[in-house]
C-alpha cells in the first residue's frame, strides 16, 4: 500500500461544477499536510496548507480527517483555469520527509 | 512569499557531457533542499536530500555518483548529472522549505535533454 494515495483520475468535470478529491495517508506520524497544484510541464504550485480544522480559501475547501487518515479539497464553481493535476502531500512530523501523492488529474470542460 | 528559483530552465546537452542545475532560495535560508525528477505523465520521484554542509541522502536506486550534489550554502544547491545519456532526459525539479514542517516550495523546473 501506498503512504499517500490519490484517484489519479481524470476527473472530467463541466465548467461550474463542484467537485471533490480525497487522499489517504498511512502514516499516523503525519503533521502537515498540503495541496498542491501542478500545470503540464511546470512546477508543483502550493494551493493551500490543510489545517485540523479545515479551511477554505475563495473556491477551495480544505479538510482533514485524523480518525480516517484523509485529506479532501474541494472545487466549487470549478473554471476552465482550474484544469490541472492536484498534487497531496503529507509531512512526517519531527522529520524532513514529504511524500506525495501521484496527484489527480482535473479537466474542466466548456 | 518565499522564492525558489532555478536555472537554467531548459538545457539540451550531448551525450556524454555534464549538466549543472541550480536551485536558490532567494529570500529565505533553506538547511534542506530536495531534488526531483518526473518522467511525462508520472508523478514526482524525490532523487536526494541536499543538506547544507553535509553529504546529499540519496533516494534507493539513485546513483550518488551519477548526480552529485553540492549544497555549500544556505541559499544555494546544485545538482551536477555527469556523463549524461539519453534516458536522463528528464524534467528535473528542486524544492526548499522554510521551517520544520512548513510548506515546500519548488523551483521552476529544469528540461533536460541529452541528445
Known amino acids: 500500500r501506498k503512504e499517500v494515495e490519490q484517484d489519479p483520475g481524470p476527473f472530467n468535470v463541466p465548467e461550474g461544477a463542484t467537485v471533490a478529491f480525497n487522499c489517504t495517508y498511512s502514516n499516523s506520524a503525519s503533521q502537515s499536510f498540503f495541496w498542491y497544484r501542478q500545470d503540464c510541464r511546470k512546477e508543483p504550485k502550493l494551493l493551500m496548507s490543510v489545517y485540523s480544522s479545515g479551511n477554505e480559501d475563495g473556491r477551495f475547501t480544505a479538510q482533514l480527517n485524523r480518525a480516517s487518515q484523509y485529506i479532501s479539497l474541494l472545487i466549487r464553481d470549478s473554471k476552465l483555469s482550474d484544469s490541472a493535476t492536484y498534487l497531496c502531500v503529507v509531512n512526517i512530523g519531527g522529520t524532513y520527509k514529504y511524500i506525495f501523492g501521484t496527484g489527480t488529474r482535473l479537466k474542466v470542460l466548456a | 512569499g518565499a522564492v525558489v528559483s532555478q536555472h537554467p530552465s531548459r538545457v539540451i546537452c550531448k551525450s556524454g557531457t555534464s549538466v549543472k542545475i541550480e536551485c536558490r532560495s532567494l529570500d529565505f535560508q533553506a538547511t534542506t533542499m530536495f531534488w526531483y525528477r518526473q518522467f511525462p505523465k508520472q508523478s514526482l520521484m524525490l532523487m536526494a536530500t541536499s543538506n547544507e554542509g553535509s553529504k546529499a541522502t540519496y533516494e534507493q536506486g539513485v546513483e550518488k555518483d551519477k548526480f552529485l550534489i553540492n549544497h555549500a550554502s544556505l541559499t544555494l544547491s546544485t545538482l551536477t548529472v555527469t556523463s549524461a545519456h539519453p534516458e536522463d532526459s528528464s524534467f528535473y525539479i528542486c524544492?526548499?522549505?522554510?521551517?520544520?514542517?512548513?510548506?515546500?516550495?519548488f523551483g521552476e523546473g529544469s528540461r533536460l535533454t541529452v541528445l
Open positions: 524544492s526548499a522549505r522554510k521551517g520544520a514542517g512548513g510548506e515546500l516550495f
